[in-house]
């Protein structure tokens, strides 16, 4: 039977981006919920969507009865499936490699400057939008300089971060940058980022799931 996937997200959500590029680069087809997080409060928020993510949080992988939720959990879980091309090397050590190249991405840069932390910022301790700017460059910054001292002049790193094809580690970089770059960072001080970047966004992967090219972008 051929698999039926959903994959409940918002074009400009980091975490949904990283799954569409995990699902593009295994070619697999799926059809996508769109969860608007800004509209009316947030349609997370919403009781019907509670059901589908107790955390009100994109991506959510619908894979028949299946509710895949957390944006690693559920590349791991397209690449235990779905095997070929790997998104995570063979060898124990490369593997290791990746996954903490983007768990730098996923668990300390983005959880800091996401979405309900900004409005929380806002909300409950007044920062004004200059603060909250100046909040997500400097831990942005602050991981990115962590990544690029990883792989710049590293044996491992080749035209993506681990070797010369995609792995995990590169569907969490590009989405990263994109976020940089629309809070007006400046990434000139990380080439290498820069370099693996422009690798991958030379592939249609990776071009199919850039936030505008999404069904819900306005």
Known sequence: ????????????????????IALNLKGLEYEQVPVHLARDGGEQHRAEF?????????????????LIRQSLAIIEYLDELHPDPPLLPAVSRDRARVRALAMAVACDIHPINNLRVMQYLERELGANEAQRLAWMQHWMALGLEGLEAQVADHPSTGDFCEGDTPTLADCCLVPQLYNARRFELDLSPWPTLL????????????????????????
Not at 51 to 65: N, T
């Open 1 to 20: 039977m051929v698999d039926r996937f959903q994959l409940y997200g918002y074009w400009r959500s980091s975490a949904a981006y990283r799954v569409r």
């Open 50 to 66: 509670h059901e589908i993510s107790p955390q009100a949080q994109v991506p959510v992988l619908r894979h028949g009865a299946r």
């Open 195 to 218: 370099r693996i970047e422009a690798n991958c966004r030379m592939l249609p992967a990776f071009q199919d799931a850039a936030p505008e090219a999404q069904p819900d972008a306005p």
